[in-house]
């Protein structure tokens, strides 16, 4: 509303209520035009909009619309590698302009206009696994073993329902190290994640980094790279301050980018059933994914 047609402060003006709804219609207005800034919204997968059956969390699949809507860049940030993860795009018809997969080791990016699903290999990490892979052999010799290649290729020791070994090959042990990698997985079906955690600081991953998962799950990525590196390349290439970024986690993979996004002004949310460790790393708590716990942030931005 204009100053002009204000009345001046402390007084009072009776109007007609043909005049009321104008000044209401132009309040609406001057509201609607108010700035409103970009978000960079980083969600992780497992445990955080989809289910242990992999149903989507209650809510999350019109929340992530919603914001999406309204301007946001909505972008998805998982340890799965991209085979696993184009499907879940899918469900929740979201057409980011990047995808972080397989714990930042790997950047996706949309090849097409805004609304297609067509992406392409931008940036991959990789490096010499062999050292690691005797080291964890010589102590996990019954642990199921897979590496991603950085053409996007798999190649694994064996078989395992919860892996989707499209674009993969079984191999001998030896042959995961034949070539540099982007990660090494390491599932262990006789342990669990603390026993994960108790290993590393047994034998020590120096020249790597590592994520335990919620299972008895081992992640292995090049030294210093994690959803953090992942996600500061592409909040640069996409021009977003540090500031306006959400990143939503419940996993130990997800640490390195709630510590990224709180030392730059942003929010790191954990959600509510995450561990000790994780919730203690993020700067606010949302509810479980069983309870729509990122549909709760989404609405409230």
């Not at 996990?140 to 674009?167: F, K």
């Not at 120096?206 to 390349?233: H, M, R």
């Amino acid at each position: 509303m204009s100053p002009e047609g204000a009345p001046a402060t402390g007084e009072v003006r009776a109007v007609s209520p043909d005049d009321a709804a104008e000044v209401v219609d132009e309040i609406a207005t001057d509201a609607a035009e108010l700035p409103r800034e970009r978000l960079l919204i980083a969600l992780d997968v497992d445990g955080t909009i989809l289910l242990e059956d992999e149903s989507y969390s209650p809510g999350v699949v019109d929340a992530i619309a919603d914001a999406q809507r309204a301007g946001h860049e909505v972008m998805l940030a998982t340890g799965r590698s991209w085979e696993g993860t184009r499907h879940i795009l899918e469900g929740l018809a979201l057409t980011p302009e990047y995808v972080v997969c397989s714990n930042g080791a790997v950047i996706l990016r949309r090849t097409g206009p805004a609304g297609t699903r067509e992406y392409e290999r931008f940036h991959t990490e990789q490096f010499d696994a062999s050292e690691v892979l005797t080291l964890l052999r010589d102590h996990l010799p019954s642990a199921r073993y897979m590496v991603e290649l950085p053409d996007g290729r798999r190649l694994y020791t064996d078989d395992m329902d919860e892996w989707n070994v499209s674009r993969a090959d079984r191999v001998p042990f030896e042959d995961l190290s034949a070539q540099p990698v982007s990660r090494v997985v390491v599932v262990s079906e006789e342990g669990t994640d603390q026993d994960f955690v108790d290993l590393v600081s047994r034998i020590g991953l120096n020249e790597v980094s590592y994520a335990v998962g919620w299972s008895a799950w081992l992640d292995i990525a090049p030294q210093g790279v994690d959803k953090a590196t992942g996600l500061e390349k592409v909040r640069d290439w996409l021009g977003i301050d540090p500031a306006h970024v959400v990143v939503i986690g419940d996993g130990r993979n997800d640490i390195g980018m709630f510590r990224w996004a709180r030392a730059n002004g942003g929010r790191a949310i954990a959600m509510g059933q995450g561990p000790d460790e994780v919730t203690s790393e993020a700067s606010e708590l949302t509810a479980s994914v069983t309870e729509g716990g990122v549909t709760a942030v989404l609405k409230a931005l």
